[in-house]
């Protein structure tokens, strides 16, 4: 189990740009991992309307799931350690594993059970992430429903870097700031779509 605090800034990206900045990080095909993310949350959407989202997410030889609690500053990341066995099971069932302890015990905090708590969409994404003078940065190309897209991360270590760095940050490479929504709403919405 682990706790950290996360302050991430996020912009859309074109094919074209998402292609650029890894040509100028000259990033190579070893660098990229993949990733499928699976999302949770009531038929009410509790966890939603608390700002919270919760998630498994599967690599090639482990998982993982995280609960985002939203801070004064940034969101406190809660991880539990799963088996691939566990986040299988979790897709099979499309529900939420009961070994994710740590978070099952916030959850809780809220009134909401484990059976509440049922899969709202998957999201499949290809990550390149590496270390830069400004923070950790993500380069993403994301599969969910039937829609494709890209998009650009950048974690900082603390809330000095601000809004105004972030632009100088886009401004570098020319690219425009798009607005994003993270990747649970993209993906819920565009399994609602479907429905």
Not at 57 to 74: N, S, W, Y
Not at 86 to 93: G, N, P, Q, R
């Amino acid at each position: 189990m682990s706790k950290e605090i996360e302050i991430e800034f996020k912009s859309m990206l074109t094919q074209n740009d998402y292609e650029e900045l890894l040509h100028y990080y000259n990033v190579t095909d070893d660098q990229f991992v993949i990733q499928t993310n699976l999302y949770f949350d009531t038929a009410d959407f509790q966890l939603k309307q608390q700002g919270m989202g919760l998630r498994i997410r599967c690599f090639a030889d482990r998982a993982e799931a995280t609960l985002k609690v939203p801070q004064a500053v940034g969101l406190l990341e809660i991880t539990d350690d799963l088996s691939l066995d566990e986040a299988d099971l979790a897709v099979s069932k499309e529900q939420f594993t009961p070994q994710a302890v740590e978070i099952l015990g916030q959850i809780q905090k809220l009134t909401i059970g484990l059976l509440d708590l049922t899969m709202i969409g998957k999201l499949i994404t290809k990550r390149a992430e590496f270390i830069i003078p400004e923070g950790k940065l993500a380069l993403d190309e994301s599969w969910y429903s039937d829609q494709h897209d890209y998009e650009l991360e950048l974690e900082v270590p603390d809330s000095s870097f601000a809004e105004a760095d972030f632009s100088r940050f886009l401004n570098k490479f020319e690219l425009p700031y798009r607005k994003t929504q993270n990747k649970i709403a993209r993906a819920v919405g565009a399994q609602q779509g479907k429905k």
